[in-house]
């Protein structure tokens, strides 16, 4: 309404005004309609700029938060069950794959690696609690990586209280499970974690990680 009132204005000053002072006049109103706009549409695409680059920067920030989050858990889990072979895509999905009573065969839970599956708990539930602020993650992995949260508190408490070994190798089976399902869900995040990995083994492991490859050995 603003443009198309400037512009009737523009043109009725241009050709029915009684005299310069009154068209001069018009069409100093008329540029101030057709302005307004322009402003507003400049500051809605500047704003727009702005926030679409602070949010790739947070999802940036939060993605990487993840993948050293899943670095440090799976290299706790790989000490926690003795595992020392070599650190590849292949030989790292075989023991994502691992059954809870493989798991309870090899497991041992010290004081080392219950305080180590702690702060990887305490720093996924930051970056849950980012991405709740923020919105940056699909709904399923949100989903993936609040059940790999709640499967290291149940670990954490059922050793805490109960020590029963049967069971935190279920919760830890089922972590396991998760972080497969994570990787498989998101190829750039299981891709950026290989890296991760390569880089903590100083080791560059060929192949890609495939759950449904893995799932046949």
Excluded at 18 to 46: C, E, G, Q
Aim: charged content about 20%; glycine content about 4%; overall charge positive.
């Amino acid at each position: 309404m603003s443009i198309a009132g400037g512009i009737v204005l523009y043109t009725g000053a241009i050709d029915n005004a009684p005299n310069a002072n009154i068209r001069d006049l018009v069409i100093n109103v008329s540029a101030s309609l057709l302005s307004i706009p322009l402003v507003f549409l400049l500051y809605d695409y500047t704003n727009s700029k702005v926030a679409n680059q602070m949010k790739k920067n947070i999802s940036n920030s939060i993605t990487d938060r993840i993948n050293l989050v899943m670095v440090n858990l799976i290299m706790t889990l790989r000490d926690s069950m003795g595992v020392r072979s070599k650190l590849t895509p292949e030989n790292l999905n075989r023991m994502l794959s691992w059954r809870a009573s493989d798991v309870s065969q090899r497991l041992r839970i010290t004081p080392s690696v219950l305080q180590r599956i702690h702060d990887c708990h305490t720093d996924l539930d930051t970056v849950l609690y980012r991405n709740g602020q923020h919105d940056v993650l699909s709904v399923d992995t949100f989903q993936i990586l609040s059940s790999i949260a709640r499967d290291m508190a149940h670990i954490i408490n059922e050793h805490k209280f109960h020590h029963n070994n049967h069971t935190v190798a279920k919760y830890v089976a089922g972590m396991m499970s998760h972080i497969l399902d994570w990787l498989d869900s998101d190829s750039i995040a299981a891709l950026s974690l290989q890296q991760h990995l390569s880089s903590d083994e100083k080791n560059k492991p060929a192949g890609t990680f495939d759950k449904k490859k893995n799932k046949k050995n």
